[in-house]
């Protein structure tokens, strides 16, 4: 493994943060850490980065333990972002890209294509203040890469950011993991991690509740939701057999089945007493997956993530 | 380049580059010319306007007479424009206190009218009682009211001398008299004034004071902006937090240095001039500024004390979250450089009073108290030893303050390095000697 913890462990006074967490991040993949507000995935980072100490577990990067070397090999994003602000973005960019220890001549030449590529290029002699929040954090996200770190953490890497600019970053970073990098990156927004990710590993509460490629999670899981779009009241359905759990949403319900359960049986109940729409059998989604496997009370996630898993 | 290299490049550009950066520099040494020569330039300036005099004399021995001739000898400068201008003399009889009220009342209403500037009163038996002169005036021109005393004094002694029965002549007896000035030299034979020790010290001290206040809350102020911009984050993701400290005190350091040096340059160009003749440098100054000693102990404790006091306000910086609650920390940083500035007058009167010693061998106030002692004592030492006197006892204090500057270093490495990932909630106390034992 490229990345692995082992067993790590981080305590604050009244909670634990992270416990007794041990991941498997293989070379050259985009891996996806999701999980609530809270869940520990900043303070595992942290930990990663060696910014915080672990009470107890181990962290090595390619077969040995994390030291001065990491940091010129990594490159960072951290969830509370900042620059100088009364730098330009080239000096920006030149500083950082020197405490990483890339040679300057190859900074020099770097900061133009990317700051193209970012949109941000007319910038560049401009002071980062001027800059708005978005593109603050475009240019954030070049001081991350520049350097060509062999890993690049990334801590919530899209909030803040628009549909667009969503989209550049991916593609981004769809780029970086064909060079043979190694991302990492958290989120709370599921659906990113869906679209991105190889890997993904869910943390709820500090433990982790699941991992595996996106393909294996799934599979796990089996066909076992369905889409009804329909017309009525169609909260009988929650109370049909075979029926495990019920989502509902503003003209559509999801269900998931028991395991054995036909879905043409929910189908020919619903037809009865419904006007249905549509109605599709699906692969459950990460958030259902994600509901279902740490049980969290669902009032809790939807107060916290539920704006923007919809 | 190494990292250490490269934050403290940054750090001493962001500061050399600031305009308050080459306003101090032009600015202080302006301001700190200005404290040494205005006021003995203004001091010795004398009067360049004749200023008149109303004389009331009520002696009835022609003294009012007498002094309006003495004060007639003064002119101003090379001139023949007299200094003094008489504008009346008025002879009152001894017994009568109404009309000498009256004319009082009258002379000081001039004085405000601004139409007079001096009324000498001269009582009833000025020879026999020296209660019996009177200045009235607005003007605090200690040369004028010099002169009017010792005019006084020669007149009413020449009175005195006349009539008493002594049979020897008069203008001998004055000569015989006349008032001696005491030279005062120290053991090493030389002699520097006491003023010119004193505001040497103190402008010294002073100048410590002020660049590592403005330079060490400067460092605080751009821990504390790193810390709310979290900017922080990323640095201590490619450096460690011992690296980002050091670069930032040294790189400030040399910022500092960089500014005394101008100063030292210019002071040098502008004694060069002085040593050719243009400029009178005064010779108490030459003996002190150009002491070895003094000169050294100066970079020394200048160097040293800098980089304690600055590690100090990098560890409040990296306790506090904004500008606002550093403030409050300020206080208790700087006031160890205070007693140097407040009881100079004390120190120079007795340099080993133990209190003094006391102080300076406090380590926080060592760069300013024993530097003081520096000043007071080395130009006048008769011969330097490392071990003993003056010397031996600045490098006692100097190794007190590396000592504790390391001490300082250790201590502040351990908080900064958690305290400037903590945002929100300002730490308690408990809370940072915990991070310190965490280490």
């Not at chain 2, 040497?200 to 002073?206: C, G, N, Q, S």
């Not at chain 2, 102990?297 to 306000?313: K, P, Q, S």
């Not at chain 2, 004390?346 to 380590?363: C, E, G, H, K």
């Not at chain 2, 490495?413 to 945002?423: D, E, K, N, S």
Request: one cysteine or more; glycine letters at 8%.
């Amino acid at each position: 493994m490229y990345l692995k913890l082992d067993k790590i462990t981080k305590r604050y006074e009244n909670k634990t943060a992270v416990d007794g967490l041990s991941l498997d991040i293989p070379r050259g993949v985009i891996y996806g850490m999701i999980g609530p507000n809270g869940a520990g995935k900043t303070t595992t980072i942290r930990m990663i980065m060696n910014i915080i100490v672990p009470d107890s577990g181990t962290i090595l990067f390619d077969g040995r333990e994390v030291d001065g070397s990491f940091r010129d090999r990594v490159g960072y994003l951290p969830e509370e972002r900042g620059l100088y602000k009364k730098m330009t973005l080239r000096e920006v960019i030149t500083y950082l890209a020197d405490l990483k220890g890339y040679p300057s001549k190859k900074t020099a030449a770097a900061i133009d294509p990317w700051l193209e590529r970012m949109n941000l290029a007319e910038y560049v002699d401009q002071k980062v203040e001027e800059l708005s929040k978005g593109m603050a954090q475009k240019l954030q996200f070049v001081t991350t890469v520049l350097h060509e770190p062999d890993i690049i953490i990334l801590d919530e890497i899209f909030s803040g950011l628009d549909p667009i600019n969503i989209e550049l970053i991916k593609n981004v970073l769809l780029d970086l993991k064909r060079e043979g990098r190694t991302i990492l990156f958290s989120t709370h927004v599921m659906e990113q991690a869906e679209k991105l990710c190889d890997h993904i590993c869910m943390i709820s509460q500090g433990q982790k509740v699941l991992d595996g490629t996106i393909g294996d999670v799934k599979a796990q899981f089996g066909r076992n939701t369905v889409q009804i779009g329909f017309e009525g009241d169609g909260k009988f359905i929650r109370d049909l057999p075979g029926v495990r759990e019920m989502t509902e949403f503003n003209n559509y319900v999801e269900v998931r089945l028991e395991d054995g359960t036909k879905p043409d049986s929910i189908l020919k109940a619903a037809v009865d007493k419904l006007t249905i729409s549509r109605f599709e059998v699906m692969e459950p989604s990460l958030y259902d997956i994600f509901i279902d496997t740490a049980k969290i009370d669902l009032a809790d996630l939807h107060a916290e993530v539920g704006g923007d898993h919809v | 380049m190494s990292k250490f290299l490269i934050i403290m490049k940054r750090e001493y550009a962001q500061i050399v580059k600031k305009k308050s950066f080459l306003i101090m520099t032009l600015l202080t040494p302006v301001i700190m010319a200005g404290f040494m020569v205005l006021p003995a330039l203004l001091a010795n300036k004398d009067v360049d306007t004749t200023e008149s005099v109303a004389i009331v004399d009520r002696s009835n021995q022609g003294v009012g007479a007498a002094l309006a001739i003495a004060l007639g000898e003064y002119t101003i400068g090379d001139s023949e424009i007299p200094t003094y201008s008489i504008d009346s003399i008025i002879d009152i009889s001894p017994s009568d206190d109404t009309r000498f009220r009256e004319v009082i009342d009258l002379l000081t209403g001039q004085i405000d009218a601004r139409e007079v500037k001096y009324v000498l009163a001269i009582g009833p038996t000025p020879h026999l009682n020296d209660s019996s002169l009177l200045l009235i005036t607005n003007s605090d021109d200690f040369r004028t009211i010099r002169r009017f005393e010792y005019e006084l004094s020669q007149i009413l002694s020449k009175e005195r001398l006349e009539s008493s029965q002594v049979n020897i002549p008069v203008d001998s007896v004055l000569a015989l008299t006349h008032r001696i000035s005491l030279t005062t030299k120290n053991t090493s034979g030389e002699s520097i004034p006491f003023e010119i020790k004193f505001f040497t010290a103190l402008i010294f001290v002073m100048l410590m004071y002020m660049v590592t206040i403005i330079n060490g809350s400067g460092l605080m102020r751009s821990i504390i902006e790193e810390k709310s911009s979290r900017i922080v984050e990323v640095l201590v993701s490619s450096v460690t937090p011992f690296q980002l400290l050091a670069g930032k005190i040294i790189g400030g350091g040399a910022a500092a240095l960089t500014q005394v040096g101008i100063w030292v340059v210019a002071g040098l160009v502008v004694s060069l001039f002085a040593g050719s003749g243009s400029l009178e440098i005064d010779p108490g100054l030459a003996q002190i500024v150009f002491n070895p000693v003094v000169v050294i102990f100066f970079v020394l404790f200048f160097v040293t004390g800098y980089l304690m006091f600055c590690t100090l306000f990098a560890l409040v910086g990296s306790i506090v979250n904004s500008d606002k609650e550093a403030q409050n920390f300020v206080f208790p940083v700087i006031i160890w450089m205070l007693p140097a500035l407040m009881t100079g007058m004390a120190v120079i009167r007795d340099p080993y009073a133990t209190w003094v010693l006391i102080l300076s061998y406090i380590p926080l106030c060592t760069p300013t108290m024993m530097f003081e002692r520096v000043v007071f004592l080395a130009p006048s030492a008769m011969e330097y030893s490392l071990f003993s006197g003056i010397v031996g006892e600045a490098m006692l204090g100097l190794l007190g303050v590396i000592i504790t500057s390391i001490g300082i270093t250790w201590l502040s490495a351990r908080v900064f390095r958690v305290g400037i990932l903590m945002y929100g909630k300002r730490p308690t106390l408990p809370e940072i000697l915990k991070w310190i034992k965490q280490g």
